[in-house]
């Protein structure tokens, strides 16, 4: 493992020079970009061939980190560690398109969006826990591996997906808004085998985009509030027989808004 720090230039993040020491960043390498960084740093991985990191700290760091492809990608992670500090004072450039896996296999990893929009998030290790510092705002978050908690503060993002059979938890006390345009699908935990939720003290937020339904697939699990505000006239469906602590909707007084229903659900509040 080496630590390695983007020198005052910055550049391509899969360029030797880059960095000092000057090597390529590896899975098992620590990378810091800091103050001392006055140019850009630009990830210019790929699918096929990711940049890769152990954790990314930007502590500090007042100038910009970017991608240079509309399909970007940056792993972080390995089987001793995978975290992601962001600063408030940095450019973060990034898109719908772009994505970041965090594919650590060990716990105590720890999440800082420091207030920026991060693309969509990808979670993906197998025995890898992650912990959200702070409020986070993304694209779409999935979780495929590993246990996701949001550590009581918000999550905004236009789709949150987990629906496959493999071992995750996901822990929630905080409030998560979700979006479900351009997609209906909002909230997809269809196949909630492998799955533990622990979700009694959170919210989750949508609103019913104009001419779009919005769709709620729970697997059958026990969740915290669900609200769904500004049912335009189109649908909010809830799928798999749910539990509820509370259900709120309000549809702003269009006559044809609708609630479908496409199992029981128990509500044990409100």
């Known amino acids: 493992m080496t630590t390695l720090t983007a020198v005052a230039a910055g550049g391509s993040w899969g360029s030797a020079g880059t960095w000092s020491p000057a090597q390529v960043p590896t899975a098992a390498d620590d990378c810091i970009i800091n103050a001392s960084m006055t140019g850009t740093v630009t990830i210019d991985g790929t699918s096929g061939s990711p940049s890769l990191c152990r954790s990314l700290d930007c502590t500090g760091c007042t100038h910009t980190l ?3 492809l509309v399909n970007g990608v940056l ?3 390995d089987g001793s560690g995978g975290s992601l500090t962001l600063a408030f004072g940095m450019t973060y450039n990034t898109n719908s398109d772009v994505s970041i ?5 060990t716990t105590g990893n720890v999440i800082t969006a420091a207030g920026q929009f991060i693309g969509p998030l990808t979670f993906n290790g197998g025995g890898g826990s992650w912990t959200l510092s702070g409020n986070l705002h993304t694209a779409v ?4 591996r590993g246990t996701l ?3 009581g503060n918000s999550v905004i993002a236009k789709i949150f997906s987990s629906s496959n059979s493999n071992t995750r938890a996901l822990t929630m006390s905080g409030t998560w808004q979700l979006d479900n345009y351009p997609s209906s699908l909002f909230w997809d935990i269809g196949n909630s085998t492998g799955m ?3 979700a009694g003290g959170s919210t989750i937020v949508t609103t019913n985009e104009p001419g779009t339904p919005a769709v709620f697939n729970g697997g059958g699990l026990t969740y915290g509030t669900l609200t769904c505000t500004d049912l335009e006239g189109q649908p909010l469906i809830i799928s798999g027989a749910n539990t509820f602590s509370a259900l709120t909707f309000g549809n702003d007084a269009f006559t044809d808004s ?3 229903l496409a199992a029981n659900q128990i509500v044990t509040g409100t």
């Open 141 to 144: 978050l999935t979780l495929t």
């Open 196 to 198: 533990t939720l622990s």
């Open 66 to 68: 970017t991608f240079s």
């Open 258 to 260: 609708q609630v479908k």
């Open 101 to 105: 896996n965090f594919v650590s296999t």
């Open 149 to 151: 908690n949001d550590g």
């Open 75 to 77: 792993n972080i992670g």
